[in-house]
């Protein structure tokens, strides 16, 4: 079994940064991508950025310049750090793990961004 442990989120005045982090624990065999979700109150769940298991990234738009994801292949742990925050990144941001062929979420982590 597969549990993903994060850390991070918190409370932040606009413009400032946060860095999320987040670690698969249990049978861990391979790991492949690597992404970065969140969701907004009354909002859809929204795929904020990813990075395939050889570094390459991709972000959505309005993250672009701001938000950076990066991995560490020898810790199976994935970062997203958050500068230049805005109040409409406030949600609760959850990672996603691909190990073998399945995937696997972590709980979520708050990020409150005031104005």
């Known amino acids: 079994q597969v549990r993903l442990v994060e850390s991070g989120g918190g409370m932040v005045q606009a413009g400032g940064s946060l860095r999320l982090s987040c670690a698969p624990s249990?049978?861990?065999?391979?790991?492949?991508?690597m992404d970065w979700f969140r969701q907004a109150p009354g909002k859809q769940r929204e795929q904020v950025a990813t990075?395939?298991?050889?570094?390459?990234?991709v972000y959505a738009d309005s993250v672009k310049g701001r938000f950076t994801i990066s991995r560490d292949n020898a810790k199976n742990t994935v970062y997203l750090q958050m500068n230049s925050l805005k109040p409409e990144d406030t949600a609760v941001y959850y990672c996603?793990?691909?190990?073998?062929?399945?995937?696997?979420w972590g709980q979520g982590t708050q990020v409150t961004v005031s104005s």
């Open positions: 249990g049978h861990i065999y391979s790991i492949g991508n």
């Open positions: 990075i395939a298991s050889i570094g390459i990234t």
């Open positions: 996603r793990v691909l190990v073998g062929t399945n995937y696997y």
